[in-house]
């Protein structure tokens, strides 16, 4: 990859984060529950449905992190910026759903999402 290899660790850094978030989802769902600033739901029905949906957003995270690790290390820096701006889509749609459901918590996902995009953008010039 012909990238400057701040750009690569950047994203690794990113990929990193995602990584750790999901395999939290998955082991620990009300705990990445809390990222999202919802409250827990009451009925058993209802918890276990949220801690299943949780896995699933876990499993998310942690492709999103291995595809970044992967095109980092063996693709090519214009593949890694695209994927890098996707991933700060899914971070500006995750703040947007805490804003419109709960009118707070995007600032956990809207923090980053723009620093992401920034390295994408980059490694695509």
């Known amino acids: 990859m012909t990238a400057k290899p701040y ?3 950047a994203a690794s ?3 990193t984060i995602w990584l750790c978030f999901g395999i939290n989802g998955i082991l620990r769902p009300r705990s990445a529950l809390e990222v999202f600033e919802f409250d827990p739901p009451a ?3 209802d918890k ?3 801690d299943n949906l949780m896995v699933l957003y876990g499993a998310r995270d942690v492709f999103m992190g291995l595809a970044v690790y992967a095109t980092a290390f063996f693709g090519s820096r214009k593949a890694l910026g695209m994927i890098l701006l996707a991933g700060s889509g899914v971070a500006f749609v995750d703040g947007a759903v805490c804003i419109a459901q709960i009118g707070t918590g995007q600032w ?3 923090g980053y999402a723009p620093v992401v995009a920034a390295v994408g953008g980059l490694l695509l010039m």
């Open 7 to 9: 750009l690569r660790i």
């Open 43 to 45: 009925s058993t029905a």
């Open 108 to 110: 956990n996902h809207w």
């Open 13 to 15: 850094v990113f990929a």
């Open 48 to 50: 276990k449905l949220v």
